[in-house]
Structure formats: C-alpha cells, structure tokens
C-alpha cells in the first residue's frame, strides 16, 4: 500500500531534551516536505526536500533540522524543542516533475506537545 | 509565492452544491491550482487540480477563469461526510515544487 508513516504519532516531551519525527515513504517520491498545522494558521512548510541531499527551508525553518540522506526518508530534528513548537506535524511527498497529476501525499499527522 | 484567499467558514444542507472561492491575485505563469480536503486529525487528501478552464473528477469540478487570479471547488450534492476543511494551493508548475504556501483554509459545515 502507498503511504507516507510518520512517528511517533503522538509525543509528549520537555523543554530542551532533543528529539526526531521520522518521516518514511513507499512511493520514490523525490520530493518531501514537512509541515506545522496549529489552530487558526492552517498548513505551514517547514522545510523541504527535493531530493536525496537538497533540503531547503520553508516558511518557518527555525528551530528545526532536517535531513535527507535516503530517497524514503526525511526525518524532521527539534534540537531543543520549546513550548512554541507544541503543533501538529505532517510529513507530504510527491513526484518532483509533473509526473502524475502533482498529488501530495500526506502521513497521518505526530501531535507534539513540549512541557 | 501566489498568497491564497479563501473564506473562513462555510454552511451548507444535504444535497446542496456548495461552491467555494480561492482568490489568488498574484499567481504565476506557470502555477497551478489543487484543492486538498483535511477531516481533523487526519493529513489533507488530494481534490483536484486544474491550470485553465474547467477540471471535472468523479468527486468535484474546478472552475478557473480566464485571468487565473481566482478558482472555485464545486461540490455537487453535498454528504454529512463532505464536513471538512479545504484548501486551496497555487504553486508548482514546472519549475518544480520549491515552497509551498498553503492559505488557512474555508471550514464546510454541512447538516442534515
């Protein structure tokens, strides 16, 4: 089945104490993406990829990393997560080059909150 | 980036076609329009798309007029089901996908 896993799904953690959302998916999709969904400000992009080793920051980078060392991967790193970053989280991947309709496919969602 | 405009909520009945507008003055040559439905706590899922004209799937049509600097999702005979938030994006083209804007969204309530 096609689909994009994020974990954890849910995460409760502390002020400071590092942590990485794994974002994994099935499709060779070159092009991956992450993004922040928080009440009233709908979907924004916080980094993205398009491809193994091109990462490139979206509209609100700070205080997050990202890597793309594999093509299924691209794990999103909060060095030292702060209670600002307490959000919904969705990892997105598609085609790169109008190879099908430009569909994103979106993973469930990793509900972080920092105490 | 093409910035995108869209009403905040929506109501509609069961059975009703329900049309909902996305402005976007500053879209691109080479942009297109998609249309993505969220239900909550779950990632948005692919409408539709459209660059011109009129798009038709088996679940909505998108209308775009000629200038571009606007579109509307259509959805015909609304379901309880249809509940949702949709949101309109305007990017990719052929330069790829780069940044991606997406606007705050229009909540459709539909009831019984």
């Known amino acids: 089945e096609a689909q994009v896993t994020q974990n954890p799904r849910y995460l409760i953690t502390v002020t400071g104490k590092k942590l990485t959302v794994t974002c994994s998916q099935n499709?060779?999709?070159?092009?991956m993406s992450w993004y922040r969904q928080d009440p009233g400000l709908g979907l924004r992009q916080i980094y993205y990829?398009?491809?193994?080793?091109?990462?490139d920051k979206g509209d609100v980078p700070e205080g997050y990393k990202v890597s793309r060392k594999e093509k299924r991967n691209f794990p999103l790193i909060l060095e030292s997560p702060s209670p600002n970053q307490t959000s919904l989280y969705f990892c997105?991947?598609?085609?790169?080059?109008?190879?099908?309709?430009?569909?994103?496919?979106f993973g469930e969602g990793s509900r972080l909150t920092v105490l | 980036l093409a910035k995108t405009t869209q009403p905040i909520s929506m109501d509609s009945y069961e059975g009703q076609e329900v049309n909902i507008t996305c402005s976007h003055n500053?879209?691109?040559?080479?942009?297109?329009i998609t249309w993505y439905q969220q239900f909550p706590s779950q990632g948005p899922r692919f409408i539709i798309q459209g660059y011109k004209t009129k798009v038709t799937n088996e679940v909505a049509s998108l209308f775009i007029p000629a200038d571009r600097k606007s579109s509307t999702l259509s959805l015909p005979r609304v379901s309880l089901s249809d509940t949702a938030v949709y949101y309109c994006l305007v990017g990719r083209g052929n330069t790829g996908f780069q940044k991606l804007v997406f606007g705050t969204g229009t909540r459709l309530l539909v009831s019984p």
């Open positions: 990829s398009m491809n193994v080793e091109v990462t």
């Open positions: 499709m060779n999709h070159e092009y």
């Open positions: 997105a991947s598609s085609f790169l080059w109008d190879k099908n309709t430009g569909e994103l496919f």
């Open positions: 500053n879209i691109a040559t080479n942009d297109y």
